[in-house]
């Protein structure tokens, strides 16, 4: 199986700052893409960023120029630098990433348990 842990949500104020990462492990051959995606209560699952094993990267049009996904492929860890939050922000982020197992032919989506993210106005 493959896991991903995240860690880093938290309650901060608006304006203010939060990183999160999210470790894979478990049985795995690659990973193409990793990212995040987030909940609010009510609102379907969006994307908030993502990037490729080859560092291209893409983000929500509601986060460029305040979010920064990085990653590091030796770690199979992805990390979200959160900047200038609003809380229209605040959500479940969950982790994604893209991977294939040694046992398997195609890639497929792995989920991280979710993490809280709360900015107070």
């Avoid at 304006?15 to 909940?39: D, E, K, P, V």
């Avoid at 560092?55 to 959160?82: C, E, H, P, W």
């Amino acid at each position: 199986q493959v896991q991903l842990v995240e860690s880093g949500g938290g309650l901060v104020q608006a304006g203010g700052s939060l990183r999160l990462s999210c470790a894979a492990s478990g049985s795995i051959f690659s990973i193409n893409a990793m990212g995040w995606y987030r909940q609010a209560p009510g609102k379907q699952r969006e994307l908030v960023a993502n990037i490729t094993s080859g560092g291209t990267t893409n983000y929500a049009d509601s986060v460029k120029g305040r979010f920064t996904i990085s990653r590091d492929n030796a770690k199979n860890t992805v990390y979200l630098q959160m900047n200038s939050l609003k809380p229209e922000d605040t959500a479940v982020y969950y982790c994604n990433a893209v991977a294939l197992r040694p046992s398997q032919s195609d890639y497929s989506d792995y989920w991280g348990q979710g993490t809280q993210v709360t900015v107070s106005s």
